[in-house]
């Protein structure tokens, strides 16, 4: 056997090592932005339904337990505010990914390469810290706020992940080029 030949077949075999480890990492940060993108779309729809409990609770605020008219109307908005309570809850057993919550309480975590991401934002927590039958209204925009502010920033956190993963994949896609 010729040593040229040798040395082509090992260049040869590096190379197809190569590209099939870019393959499995670019397609773990498929993985990984498919569950960002599920988070992302999900925060979306949470976030709407809290502006609407914000509404709720403004209403519910300015009406008065002890005037008889009132009492009904008191009945449906704490009503309306636990089905929107179970309407987050719902889209929270709903999104998942490879039979694992999206929001679950460890987080996701991710490498690739010499780059480490995670994020976590448990929202079942969240929504479950906010008391529709406080009557301490105070108490009740606070964690109203807290969850609508840990929403936000959990967006923030996964544009940047994407970001950055995006960045990722693109520096792989042009090594790849290179092969």
């Known amino acids: 056997m010729n040593s040229n030949n040798l040395s082509f077949n090992l260049a040869d075999v590096q190379n197809k090592i190569n590209r099939n480890n870019r393959n499995i990492t670019l397609k773990h940060i498929h993985e990984a932005q498919y569950v960002i993108e599920l988070a992302v779309s999900a925060i979306h729809i949470i976030k709407k339904i809290v502006d609407e ?23 449906t908005v704490t009503d309306q505010l636990k089905s929107l309570r179970n309407e987050v809850n719902a889209i929270i057993e709903t999104y998942k990914y490879n039979n694992t919550l999206i929001f679950n309480s460890k987080g996701w975590s991710w490498t690739f390469g010499e780059n480490n991401y995670s994020w976590r934002l448990d929202i079942k927590n969240l929504i479950n810290n906010i008391n529709i039958f ?9 964690s109203i706020d807290n969850m609508s502010n840990k929403l936000d920033d959990g967006l923030n956190n996964l544009t940047a992940i994407l970001f950055n993963m995006n960045i990722n994949k693109s520096s792989i896609l042009d090594i790849n080029s290179l092969n």
Do not use: M, R, S
Not at 63 to 75: E, R, S, Y
Not at 134 to 142: G, I
């Open 53 to 75: 409990i914000k509404e709720l609770v403004g209403v519910k605020q300015n009406l008065d337990p002890n005037f008889a008219q009132h009492k009904t109307n008191l009945k």
């Open 134 to 142: 406080l009557v301490d209204y105070n108490a009740l925009w606070l």
